[in-house]
């Protein structure tokens, strides 16, 4: 069993509902149990122009293999109408697998830890919501470090329902 958490963002199509339907379909995958999840954030589109998105992190517990639970992510990514259109482009549903227990993995399809949530304070900060700050990841970062790296800046924390 692994402890694996997901990045969820949505700009499209009602997104705190996306996320909604993400979680409840997270907490469905076989031999996996929903662990937590952040609060909702709101975050500035990476390209201008587009609505803003909303944003949480999900931590599971699964004995799913990396590729099969990256499967399952684009399964219910599909799901909910997400297409594939442009790079940062609007979406009803992006699921990303940020970090993997402690296993570095680098395949054509699936880089963890995920290659850029170092710089996405959007990741970072409902990440700590989830996973102690002392966190060490699998490349050697310590998660108390990419936090002061990368400030609190262009996020609006959602009031809980």
Known sequence: MERIYIGMGSNLAAPDQ?????ITALAQLPGTT?????????????????????????????NMAPLDLLDALQTIEKDQGRERHERWGPRTLDL????????????????????????RAFVLYPLAELAPVTLQLPDGRHLSDLLTACPFVGLERLPQE
């Not at 662990?35 to 390209?47: C, E, I, K, M, R």
């Not at 990303?96 to 710089?119: C, S, T």
């Open 18 to 22: 996306q996320l909604r339907r993400a």
């Open 34 to 62: 929903l662990a937590g999840v952040s609060a909702f954030y709101q975050s500035d589109s990476l390209l201008p122009g587009q609505p803003r998105f909303t944003n949480a992190v999900a931590a599971l517990d699964s």
């Open 96 to 119: 990303d697998i940020l970090l993997f227990g402690d296993h570095l993995i680098d395949e054509p399809r699936l880089k963890v830890p995920h290659y850029q949530m170092h710089v």
